[in-house]
C-alpha cells in the first residue's frame, strides 16, 4: 500500500467516526447505494435479498466473504470490494438498526 492510500485511509476513518458521533441515526456513507438493489422495505419481495433488520454481525460477514471471493455472486464480490471494514460495518449497523 501506497503512501497515499494510507493518508486517505486515515482520512476516511476520522469522517467515519465524527460521522458516527454526530449523526450516528442518519443513513452512513455508502449505504444509500445499497438500497438501489436491495429493497428498503422487508414486505416487498424481489430477487435480491432485504437487508432491513438483518442481523448486523450476519451483514459484515457476507460482505467480507464476498470481498475474499469467498461466497458466491454475481454483483456483490465487486460491491463489497469498494467498502472498508470501518464502512461496512457502519453500514451493517445501520441496517440493523432499520425496522422496515
Ligand atoms: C447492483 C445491485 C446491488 C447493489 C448496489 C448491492 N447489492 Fe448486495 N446483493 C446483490 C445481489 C444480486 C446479491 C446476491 C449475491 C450476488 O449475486 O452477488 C446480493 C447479496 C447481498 C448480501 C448477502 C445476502 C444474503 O442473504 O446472502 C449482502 C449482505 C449484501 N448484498 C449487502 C449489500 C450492501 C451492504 C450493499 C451496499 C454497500 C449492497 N449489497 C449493494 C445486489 C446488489
Given at each position: 500500500m501506497d503512501k497515499r492510500h494510507t493518508v486517505a485511509l486515515h482520512v476516511g476513518a476520522a469522517v467515519l467516526f465524527f460521522s458516527f458521533a454526530s449523526v450516528a441515526?442518519?443513513?452512513?456513507?455508502?449505504?444509500?447505494?445499497?438500497?438501489?438493489?436491495?429493497?428498503?422495505?422487508?414486505?416487498?419481495?424481489?430477487?435480491?435479498?432485504?437487508?432491513?433488520?438483518?442481523d448486523a454481525a450476519q451483514i459484515m460477514v457476507a460482505m467480507k466473504e464476498f470481498r475474499m471471493g469467498q461466497r458466491p455472486a454475481t454483483v456483490m464480490?465487486?460491491?463489497?470490494?469498494?467498502f472498508t471494514d470501518d464502512?461496512?460495518?457502519?453500514?451493517?449497523?445501520?441496517?440493523?438498526?432499520q425496522k422496515d
Amino acid at each position: 500500500m501506497d503512501k497515499r492510500h494510507t493518508v486517505a485511509l486515515h482520512v476516511g476513518a476520522a469522517v467515519l467516526f465524527f460521522s458516527f458521533a454526530s449523526v450516528a441515526a442518519e443513513i452512513p456513507p455508502g449505504a444509500a447505494a445499497c438500497s438501489g438493489c436491495h429493497a428498503a422495505k422487508s414486505t416487498v419481495v424481489t430477487p435480491v435479498p432485504g437487508l432491513n433488520g438483518r442481523d448486523a454481525a450476519q451483514i459484515m460477514v457476507a460482505m467480507k466473504e464476498f470481498r475474499m471471493g469467498q461466497r458466491p455472486a454475481t454483483v456483490m464480490d465487486r460491491i463489497a470490494k469498494g467498502f472498508t471494514d470501518d464502512e461496512i460495518n457502519a453500514i451493517a449497523a445501520w441496517y440493523a438498526a432499520q425496522k422496515d
